[in-house]
């Protein structure tokens, strides 16, 4: 395993572990009463129970979400080896009572939605996003929610402070809340990423995205309002 994040450093609020298994294994135990717990597929399959539920399959690109208090195990169920973003979410008093088990696989669309704030309690909301070629991220802004940008194809520029920096695949972008922050794809390729928000609600935006895309109305809850994004200086021009 390989502690991408870890829950100290991110001040308490979220754990980021890249998980390899071979042919056959099963993956690490997981204290279940403490937290919530995300398996996101980076390669390969992996087989998932999540409380009494039969085993499911999962491929590349998906997700299974194991809230505080439900029973579950990790297992490569292919013939190669297998990778796993591991998520956890340490979940605290006045969540609300306990949290059906969620499994989101096979979305359509440049914008996928892959956990919502219903799903979690509120705690966290998990996005698989697609950045074009040649463009102008948002503007130097900050906001009251944590982001973990973790890069799954192409490379993109960072602003978080001070700091510009570029990534790749298999490379973290931490920017926690109060921070000024921003990015841009500088380059001839598409980049994607796993956008994880800490607490939720942003993923409203992304929903509104998404359904504009696919040229249908949003769900309700996305016309709810989102947290609050003040602008604060210009964007990382491409």
Known sequence: ?????????????????????????????????????????????????????????LGTGALAFAPRGVPHS??????????????????????????????????PGRVKVLLLGADSGGRICLMDNVVPANTTGPPLHHHDFDEAFYILEGEATFRVGDELVTRGPGELVWAPRGAHHCFSNRGQADVRWLLICVPAGFERYFQRISAKEAGVEPPPEALEPWPEVTVVGPPIEV
């Open 74 to 107: 990790v297992a490569n169920a292919g013939d190669a080896p297998a990778r796993c973003l591991r998520v956890a979410t340490p979940a605290g008093a006045g969540d609300g009572g306990p949290l059906p088990p969620k499994i989101v696989q096979d979305l």
């Open 1 to 57: 395993m390989t502690d991408m994040l870890r829950i100290k450093d991110s001040g308490g609020v979220l754990g980021l572990t890249g998980v390899d298994l071979g042919a056959g294994a099963e993956g690490p135990g997981a204290d279940h009463e403490t937290a919530d717990h995300g398996y996101y597929v980076l390669d390969g399959e992996l087989g998932v129970r999540l409380g009494e539920e039969e085993p499911a399959r």
